[in-house]
């Protein structure tokens, strides 16, 4: 063997060692925190919304999407592609690499413009998004895990209200929420045969929904009234997808996929709690604090389709239907206090040249747009919510993990104008670390 022989065995292997100390690196990250005390993690996810909205229901549903899709509408249960993370369908599972290894993670933050007719508001949030992994356990099967938001609560805002034995217009009141629900999921997606995948996506759904009011009187025997509801949730959720491929020539293909989740009852705790306040902030008469187990509250019924046309390393434009049957769903042991929701996505993605070497022709470009309604009604009134996004996937040096960019504009338009006008700006930063974690690598 002659010198630079060696140079190159020796070259190869610092090249492993560095594999391996980046590994380690982010595997020590990860379990760092995943270490964080729940309530460190649930905080930083809580506090995404400032939205009035949020005190009805479980608070403003969370769009489930990664980074990659947020910057096409939101996009999902007909997209299939190894090189990104698919939450919205668990068929999507099995499209991961057999020899890679993949975490996806994002934080998001949002600038909100809050108009009610007579008044104005600003409000700034940021926090975790979610976090996920997902490898291969054998061919063609694929799981997925992680933790991501369900639905935000996150409010704060002043009125004039009545309460028990105050006259009226002696009042006012400020309410207060926070909290939502939040799951943790593992989903296993297996390639029946080459065109047909199925999952299943099982998760743990928990949280609080804190709602709160502090009432300030104009006497002196009882200034303050204070009135806090928090209902706790739990439950095992799951839901069932899947996808056909069917390809057109050597780089071209058509996916249509689709999701099913049944309706499911939580476990619900509901804890209420009353008291009266004196000018110095002491307790007047006897404070009231319930607790009861026996209400019914249900996740809906949700049927969901999507599909996308694409060619490889090119393109790709895909559409999604979802319908969530809330009306049937009970609330406070009562149906019909929720509405049905219906939500409609579209997306598109550009690659100018995968293979290029201008670091300009291999990002991708995203583009969607998307609608929803609201699944509950203020005064007997609801909303129709209009977006559009940019994103922007930016390839690191290796070519499998990718740096992922949304920007989103949203509007809140209420039935009535005596509800609250909203508008959003959006953006979410995501990583995607795609790495051969499974592939043998053999010294020159």
Not at 135 to 158: C, D
Not at 346 to 375: D, L, V, W
């Amino acid at each position: 063997m002659n010198l630079k022989d060696e140079r190159k065995r020796n070259g190869g292997g610092e090249k492993n060692k560095t594999e391996l100390l980046k590994n380690k690196l982010l595997f020590s990250l990860l379990l760092l925190f995943l270490s964080f005390p729940e309530a460190e993690i649930l905080h930083a996810q809580s506090n995404l919304t400032a939205s009035p909205y949020t005190r009805n229901g479980y608070g403003i549903l969370a769009d489930q999407s990664f980074a990659s899709q947020k910057g096409m509408g939101g996009v999902g249960y007909g997209v299939r592609n190894s090189q990104i993370m698919n939450p919205l369908n668990p068929a999507s599972f099995s499209a991961v690499d057999s020899m890679t290894f993949m975490l996806d993670f994002a934080v998001k933050g949002q600038a909100g413009w809050l108009e009610d007719g007579a008044n104005k508001a600003t409000r700034y949030n940021a926090g975790l998004e979610y976090l996920a992994l997902q490898f291969p356990l054998a061919k063609a099967l694929g799981m997925g895990v992680g933790f991501e938001p369900v639905s935000y609560v996150g409010y704060r805002y002043a009125d004039e209200s009545d309460i028990p034995s105050i006259p009226s217009g002696q009042s006012q009141t400020i309410y207060n929420g926070n909290g939502g629900l939040k799951k943790v999921y593992g989903a296993l997606s297996y390639c029946v045969q080459s065109r047909l995948s199925v999952g299943v996506n099982v998760g743990y759904l928990f949280g609080d929904v804190v709602n709160s009011s502090v009432t300030s009187v104009n006497v002196t025997s009882a200034n303050t009234f204070f009135k806090s509801d928090t209902l706790r949730s739990s439950a095992l959720i799951y839901e069932f997808g899947l996808q056909y491929r069917h390809p057109f020539g050597k780089d071209k293909e058509i996916v249509v996929g689709a999701v099913y989740t049944p309706k499911i009852k939580t476990g619900a705790t509901l804890m209420q709690g009353e008291a009266y306040y004196s000018p110095a902030n002491q307790v007047t008469g006897n404070p009231i604090y319930r607790t009861t187990r026996d209400s019914v509250f249900e996740l809906p019924e949700t049927y969901a389709a999507g599909i996308s046309y694409s060619k490889v390393n090119k393109w790709v434009v895909a559409a999604d239907f979802q319908y969530q049957k809330w009306a049937e769903a009970k609330f406070y042991d009562q149906t019909n206090q929720l509405t049905n929701r219906m939500k409609i996505n579209a997306g598109a993605e550009f690659i100018p040249n995968y293979q290029g070497h201008n670091f300009f022709s291999k990002m991708r470009y995203r583009a969607g747009a998307c609608y929803t309604n609201s699944y509950f009604k203020v005064h007997g009134f609801g909303y129709q919510e209009y977006s559009a996004s940019v994103g922007f996937g930016i390839p690191m040096v290796d070519r499998r993990s990718f740096l992922n960019l949304a920007f989103e504009y949203s509007m809140l338009h209420p039935q009535s104008n005596t509800l609250v006008k909203e508008q959003y700006v959006k953006f979410t930063l995501g990583y995607t670390f795609n790495e051969l974690w499974f592939f043998k690598r053999k010294l020159q």
